[in-house]
Every structure is written in C-alpha cells, then in structure tokens.
C-alpha cells in the first residue's frame, strides 16, 4: 500500500525559509512524479511543485519559480520542497502526491487528476 508522509511545516515569518519533506513508502518510485499541491483557507487545492524521479525534471507554478526547489532522494524514498522568501500568500496545507505519469508536460503535473495517492499534508503558516 502506498503511503504518503508530509512534514516539516510550521509558522514562519515573511521572508523566512521552510523546507518540506513527503517520505514515500509502499512501492518502488522510480518511475513516478511526485507532486506538491497546497490548498489554501477557503481557496481550492493547487500546483506548487513536481520532480519526476527517473528523469529528474522538475515543474514548478509561476507563483513559486525562484523560491521554491523541489528536490529528492532516491536512497531514502523522500522529496523535498525547499521554501525561501516565503509570503503570507504561501500560508496553506501542501500536500505531497504521486503517480506514473506519461507524457509528462506542465500541463499533466499540475493536474490534480493525474494522481492517485496523496498525503495528509503538512500546514504552512507565514505570518506578515
């Protein structure tokens, strides 16, 4: 059974730095993307962020480009979002996501229908 762990999230200041972890377990991932997804209060769940383990390729939303990293480690099953200059507008719960996708385009990564296995999420609050 594939399982999902989000952590790493808390409260931070604006302009600070939060580095999330999703620790995968259940199958090998070689061949999956792993997604993160926020979803803010009130708002609808969105695409942050995805790296695809067997091509390295990573994708981000225009709102985090050159903030946000998305990274991983093969060796621990673990991906990592790597939060700088963070914003109130960041404050949400991220989500961590995974599935075999193919083709793989900006476009298939960032919809939430591409997969099936999500985490709980991990909340993020940044404060002005």
């Known amino acids: 059974q594939v399982q999902l762990v989000e952590s790493g999230g808390g409260l931070v200041q604006a302009g600070g730095s939060l580095r999330l972890s999703c620790a995968a377990s259940?199958?090998?991932?070689?061949?999956?993307?792993m997604g993160w997804f926020r979803q803010a209060p009130g708002k609808e769940r969105e695409f942050v962020a995805a790296?695809?383990?067997?091509?390295?390729?990573?994708y981000y939303a225009d709102s985090v480009k050159g903030r946000f990293t998305v990274s991983g480690d093969n060796a621990k099953n673990t991906v990592y979002l790597q939060m700088n200059s963070l914003k109130p507008e960041d404050t949400a719960l991220y989500y961590c996501a995974a599935d075999r996708i193919w083709p793989m385009s900006i476009t298939t990564v960032q919809a939430m229908d591409s997969y099936d296995y999500w985490g709980q999420g991990t909340r993020v609050t940044v404060s002005s």
């Open positions: 259940g199958r090998t991932f070689r061949s999956y993307v």
């Open positions: 790296i695809s383990w067997s091509y390295g390729s990573t």
